[in-house]
Nanobody
Framework: QVQLVESGGGLVQAGGSLRLSCAASGWTFGDDAMGWFRRAPGKGREFVAYINWSGARTNYADSVRGRFAISRDNAKNTLYLQMNSLKPEDTAVYYC???????????????????WGQGTQVTVST
């Protein structure tokens, strides 16, 4: 069955960097687009970044554009999120997700994704 396992979260000072990984298994990873979402304390889950099946197309939330970079290694069945210049408002649980279709339509909408990881906590201190 499809499994997504995030890792790489932790505690970092403002201005620092973290790299999240998402190990995928149970299907042909290179067939599908992927996304990263996050849930901050007291808020709903929100879109962070999207990448198409080949890695040639990416999209970002305005709040992270220019600081975060999504990438993938289809040979290793792994999705990444490089997070630089972190801010306290980036504190959240970060989730990777498998898009339910190969289309890029509605890439920023939660319901466009049909499998989710368990999440990894990122805490940015002042």
């Amino acid at each position: 069955q499809v499994q997504l396992v995030e890792s790489g979260g932790g505690l970092v000072q403002a201005g620092g960097s973290l790299r999240l990984s998402c190990a995928a298994s149970g299907w042909t990873f290179g067939d599908d687009a992927m996304g990263w979402f996050r849930r901050a304390p007291g808020k709903g889950r929100e879109f962070v970044a999207y990448i198409n099946w080949s890695g040639a197309r990416t999209n970002y939330a305005d709040s992270v554009r220019g600081r975060f970079a999504i990438s993938r290694d289809n040979a290793k069945n792994t999705l990444y999120l490089q997070m630089n210049s972190l801010k306290p408002e980036d504190t959240a649980v970060y989730y990777c997700a498998k898009k339910s279709s190969s289309s890029s339509v509605n890439y920023y909408i939660l319901s466009s994704y049909n499998y989710w990881g368990q999440g990894t906590q990122v805490t940015v201190s002042t």
